[in-house]
């Protein structure tokens, strides 16, 4: 894949060459990073090369004008409080978050830092910001909050597969925006006359039961929500579901990568890249609390058709000739 190409040097930016120079001459800006998946994964290295990448466009460089602290969960959320307040003792000069419940630790552990949001699901129902066009406080930054999105997906699956009457619904406890993801599911399952099967996954000793639930309600296909734990074992997930022959709907391009049916979903990547250009702005002097979040305006469409061949699947020339990307 053309873009597993930056993966490999995704790290190498670091020290690349400054494109431009930054604000303030002579200044080191320190960035923190409160993440869920490490850099020593490929979908971390991926997303969040993005975002330095986005720096670098800026005239932000790692070693020459810019530190980063990055510390992750590996989608263990109960250890956010203490990161978070580790990067706060840092004194970094911005937390960069990927989630909404990131972006809650860090909230409370500093009201004076900012916090970017490089994508989170819904930060308004999540009570991390007031509004979307003024979110006060000390967080901005990008949404990816869609609420048709689970029904597109919904109806994107019934495209495919159009016998299907009962999706998996794959949710993490540990995360608010996959409940909210399942309540939005169930809506629009309704209005499709489709039923909504969701299963609790609490950690990744939970997946051979999830799949095994799910089949004992004789589910015909899968959704998988936003989450750093799901992303973590994306590898898994997409086994499983293979192993179990369900056509599977993934929210970022990695899983289908990584073998998935199909994705369809805003542009992480594109939002983790543009958060860049909200840190460039805090910097030089805008004040968080005063910059309106932005909502996805850019979506992908994946099919890995290996995948489709092997489930039997006859994908309609119609739904491909809308992807942005078809896998061989």
């Known amino acids: 894949m053309r873009r597993r190409a930056f993966v490999s040097g995704a790290l190498a930016l670091l020290a690349a060459p400054l494109a431009a120079e930054a604000q303030q001459a002579g200044k080191v800006y320190r960035v923190g990073i409160l993440g869920n998946v490490p850099l020593t994964d490929a979908e971390g290295q991926h997303l969040w090369g993005g975002f330095i990448q986005g720096l670098r466009a800026l005239g932000y460089v790692e070693g020459r004008n810019l530190t980063i602290e990055h510390r992750s969960s590996e989608g263990r959320y109960e250890r956010l409080p203490a990161l978070a307040a580790e990067l706060v003792r840092l004194r970094v000069d911005v937390i960069v978050v990927p989630a909404d419940q990131n972006a809650l630790a860090a909230k409370q552990a500093t ?38 999105i689970t029904g597109k997906q ?23 925006s996959t409940e909210d993801a399942m309540r939005l599911g169930h809506v629009a399952a309704r209005s499709l006359r489709v039923q909504l099967q969701a299963v609790p996954v609490r950690g990744p000793d939970d997946f051979e039961e999830a799949f095994a639930a799910i089949n004992r309600e004789h589910v015909e296909a899968l959704l998988i929500p936003v989450d750093g734990l799901f992303v973590l074992h994306r590898t898994r997930i997409v086994n499983l ?8 709907m993934y929210p970022q391009s990695g899983y289908v990568e990584a073998g998935g049916l199909i994705v369809y979903a805003p542009s992480l ?37 290996k995948t489709a061949k092997a489930l039997g699947l006859t994908i309609p020339p119609s739904l491909l000739l809308r992807a942005d990307q078809v896998i061989e």
Do not use: C
């Open 154 to 176: 919904l109806e994107l699956l019934r495209e495919m597969v159009p016998r299907i009457s009962r999706v998996g619904f794959f949710w993490h406890p540990g995360n608010p």
């Open 269 to 305: 990547y594109n939002s983790f890249r543009r958060a860049a250009v909200y840190v460039d702005k805090i910097f030089k002097g805008a004040k968080p609390g005063e910059l309106p979040i932005e909502q996805p305006t850019k979506f992908e469409l994946v099919i890995n058709m």
């Open 111 to 148: 009201q004076t830092i900012p916090i970017v949001m490089a994508g989170n699901a819904d930060p308004v129902s999540a009570g991390v910001v007031a509004s979307l066009a003024r979110p006060g406080g000390n967080v901005t930054g990008l949404s990816i909050a869609a609420p048709e």
């Open 241 to 248: 579901a293979a192993k179990n022959q369900l056509p599977t």
